[in-house]
């Protein structure tokens, strides 16, 4: 099985607005990987995620706020030869951004981030509470690099 790498930007971002989870890497305080798995919004370049107002995850953001966040889809068992344990593989596309985390504290560009969210999920229209904006943690990630590849493709397949 091959895999190659996508490099053009539109079928990366369409890949990322097709997934309903992203995988959030984040460095714990100890020096060692977190990865946590997390709603999204995505919009021009940049990633929109939210939590609450304090924790763990937060401390952790403060002193290193580099994070790795990944997009997978189109998971499929596919193989060579069905009696071939080593010829299966997964076929599947992803995508891997990097950038940093900054908190987004202005109570109406919460309210924007937000709804970039939940526009990923429904074409409802919200309504949030001051009190609600004012305690939610609302995460912005300009991504900084976005590389993708396509894993599990046969030889005479194209990417």
């Keep these: 099985m091959k895999t190659y790498i996508i490099e053009d930007k539109q079928r990366l971002e369409s890949i990322i607005l097709r997934c309903d989870t992203c995988f959030v890497g984040i460095t714990d305080l100890k020096g060692n990987p977190y990865v946590i798995p997390m709603s999204f919004g995505y919009a021009d370049g940049v990633l929109y995620l939210h939590s609450g107002p304090e924790g763990s995850k937060l401390e952790m953001l403060e002193r290193n706020p580099n994070v790795c966040i990944t997009f997978s889809a189109g998971q499929e068992l596919v193989y060579q030869h069905a009696k ?4 299966y593989s997964m076929r599947s596309e992803s995508v891997m951004c990097r950038g940093q985390v900054e908190f ?38 300009k991504v900084e690099q976005m590389t993708g590849k396509v894993f599990g493709l046969r030889a005479h397949e194209n990417p």
């Design 104 to 141: 987004i504290e202005e109570i109406e560009d919460k309210r924007k981030a937000l709804d970039i969210t939940m526009r990923h999920y429904t074409n409802n229209e919200f309504g949030y509470s001051e009190p609600a904006l004012r305690n939610v943690k609302v995460w912005q990630v």
């Design 84 to 87: 071939v344990a080593c010829s």
